[in-house]
């Protein structure tokens, strides 16, 4: 039993929401031993992590051995169980707030970030002037996360935007339009967005970019863009996110779902 309990544990409630939704992906052998740990400490272990930006060695030792809270998370982001948590937990929200399950509108932004010394995947943004990565997010009109990945911070917005798109040609049906900034700007891209979907489907995507006005001075509120900023905002305040610290980038995006998965059982279990 932890003996401390920190401000980014989960709930009882909030664990009651989280507990069916990876209880599937923990299987165990015909003749392997049951867990030693409790399941709710692990994924507190990882929580902690996340939001103090500290490494896996220095956990805690109310929290399990570090390397068996590590064992699973990497377990978890093998088999994509965040990804599929991720997606579950967004359904319940959208409905919650009167939505359908899934989104028929989609905003889409890139953030590049600095790197640490660890080796991996990295490039330079020359227009950010950032040596890192790219975290490149796509989220409905509520915020929440639909997609990410994470690339070298020298792709492009539009050649990122490729990677990150191509997957909802079948996962997600509805999506209808995509909104993003003058970075996808570009008849190549829109008409690769168009061409996603062959004709069988009910309807194409569209990409609509939303521009400052070459006028404007100062800080401009441009229609939907501050909703994908609002998102980045929130992962954000989870210091293991302030810079990308990890070897693979499979981690990265496992990490910034889990921060999602935290945000929307807090507004679940309220």
Same mark, same amino acid.
């Given at each position: 039993?932890?003996?401390t309990?920190?401000?980014?544990?989960?709930?009882?409630?909030?664990?009651?929401?989280?507990?069916?939704?990876?209880r599937?992906?923990?299987?165990?052998?015909?003749?392997?031993?049951?867990p030693?740990?409790?399941?709710?400490?692990?994924?507190?272990?990882?929580?902690?992590?996340?939001k103090?930006?500290?490494?896996?060695?220095?956990?805690?030792?109310?929290?399990?051995?570090?390397?068996?809270v590590?064992?699973?998370?990497?377990?978890?982001?093998?088999?994509?169980?965040?990804?599929k948590?991720?997606?579950?937990l967004?359904k319940?929200?959208?409905v919650?707030?009167?939505?359908?399950?899934?989104?028929?509108?989609?905003?889409?932004?890139?953030q590049?970030?600095?790197?640490?010394?660890?080796?991996?995947?990295?490039?330079?943004?020359?227009?950010?002037?950032?040596?890192?990565?790219?975290?490149?997010?796509?989220? %409905?009109?509520?915020?929440?996360?639909?997609?990410?990945?994470?690339?070298?911070?020298?792709?492009?917005?539009? %050649?990122?935007?490729?990677?990150l798109?191509?997957?909802?040609?079948?996962?997600?049906?509805?999506?209808e339009?995509?909104?993003?900034?003058?970075?996808?700007a570009?008849?190549?891209?829109?008409?690769?967005?168009?061409?996603?979907?062959?004709?069988?489907?009910?309807?194409?995507?569209?990409?609509?970019?939303?521009?400052?006005?070459?006028?404007?001075?100062?800080?401009e509120?441009?229609?939907?863009?501050?909703?994908?900023?609002?998102?980045?905002?929130?992962?954000?305040?989870?210091?293991?996110?302030?810079?990308?610290?990890?070897i693979?980038?499979?981690?990265?995006?496992?990490?910034?779902?889990?921060?999602?998965?935290?945000?929307?059982l807090?507004?679940?279990?309220?």
């Amino acid at each position: 039993m932890k003996k401390t309990n920190y401000p980014s544990d989960l709930s009882d409630l909030e664990w009651n929401l989280f507990e069916p939704e990876l209880r599937g992906s923990i299987k165990f052998g015909v003749f392997g031993r049951p867990p030693v740990y409790a399941l709710r400490e692990i994924v507190n272990g990882c929580l902690y992590l996340l939001k103090t930006g500290c490494q896996w060695r220095f956990l805690p030792r109310d929290f399990p051995p570090y390397n068996v809270v590590f064992y699973y998370f990497n377990r978890w982001r093998k088999n994509k169980i965040l990804e599929k948590v991720n997606e579950s937990l967004a359904k319940k929200v959208r409905v919650e707030a009167g939505r359908n399950e899934e989104p028929s509108v989609a905003i889409i932004d890139s953030q590049s970030a600095k790197t640490s010394e660890q080796r991996g995947v990295k490039g330079y943004d020359a227009g950010k002037k950032v040596k890192g990565r790219k975290r490149h997010i796509l989220t %409905d009109y509520l915020g929440l996360l639909i997609s990410v990945v994470v690339h070298s911070a020298d792709i492009q917005d539009r %050649d990122g935007a490729k990677i990150l798109l191509e997957p909802l040609e079948f996962s997600r049906p509805r999506i209808e339009k995509i909104i993003g900034d003058g970075g996808y700007a570009g008849e190549a891209l829109a008409d690769w967005i168009y061409e996603l979907r062959d004709d069988e489907h009910e309807n194409q995507i569209e990409l609509e970019i939303v521009k400052r006005s070459d006028l404007s001075q100062g800080f401009e509120l441009l229609p939907h863009r501050w909703i994908v900023e609002r998102t980045l905002s929130w992962l954000a305040k989870n210091r293991r996110l302030s810079k990308d610290y990890e070897i693979f980038t499979t981690t990265s995006e496992a990490l910034i779902q889990l921060a999602m998965i935290k945000i929307m059982l807090k507004r679940l279990a309220t």
